[in-house]
């Protein structure tokens, strides 16, 4: 019970973050509850499957089937916040101005809420086929299943608790401040997302190169503590980080910055040409 309830608790608190953060990015935005909506059954129908082929997916590949979709899964993710971000640093300040040039705004509005969704969709995805794949793996080892459906199930709910938390924290932030907030949220998530998928690409043994770890800090916070969950959710922290992991950390950071660095600029010289 207590290894299904930690298992459940753990992935349904990161699923809950990010969408915590979306949610707190997508305010004011016109349709917002609709697509991240079809986000979440996304990926919660797209856990169901994986759950339906959880042991064809933990065999395919020599067992590398389930780091191989988490990667893919990943990467897609990090390319949807990079385009949502770039979107937020050209439009963030008519939002933020409650949507006064409505018309093309609640249009792109949309757009970027779809961009949005699918984020939502793969958060539910990834951390519900790791849960079904963790509690498929808990049946196999012995667990009963009644114990393990109450551990789940408490799990889930406290996950939801500190999430909804979060997510309220978030949303007390002033409109004009949140874009900024939220943006610079985004940046660490998805340059965390982008580390964990290039790790679990090499755990694949896809790529090779730099796969040594660089420190070792889980005497000073471990990664499987509860801090350590939530900053791994939120930033992508890890205890012992390859040199891999670095630089595509790192070089994610520093794209996103440049992109919004230059829509913002261009939005700027457009301005100007229009005025």
Known sequence: MI??????????????????????????????????????????????????????????FEGAGQDILNAAVLATAVLMLIWHNTWMSRHGRELA???????ESVRRGETTSAALAFVVGAAILREGAELV????????SGTSGPDLQIGALAGVGAGILISAVSYFGLAAI?????????????????????????????????ITVLDRPLWNTANILSEGSMVGRVLHALVGYTDRPTGLQVIVYLGTILVMIALMQWSSADKRRRTLRTA
């Open 97 to 103: 101005g409650e949507l006064k040039a409505a018309g």
């Open 3 to 60: 290894g299904a309830f930690v298992i459940a608790f753990r992935e349904v608190i990161e699923a809950g973050l990010i969408i915590g953060i979306v949610l707190a990015a997508t305010r004011g935005i016109a349709g917002r509850g609709r697509w991240i909506g079809l986000g979440v059954v996304g990926g919660l129908a797209g856990a169901c499957l994986v759950a339906l082929f959880a042991e064809a997916i933990s065999d395919a």
């Open 133 to 140: 794949l963790f509690l498929y793996g808990l049946v196999a």
């Open 174 to 206: 002033p409109t004009r401040y949140v874009f900024s907030v939220t943006s610079a949220l985004i940046i660490f998530l998805a340059a965390g997302l982008a580390a964990q998928a290039a790790q679990f690409l090499t755990n694949a043994g896809l």
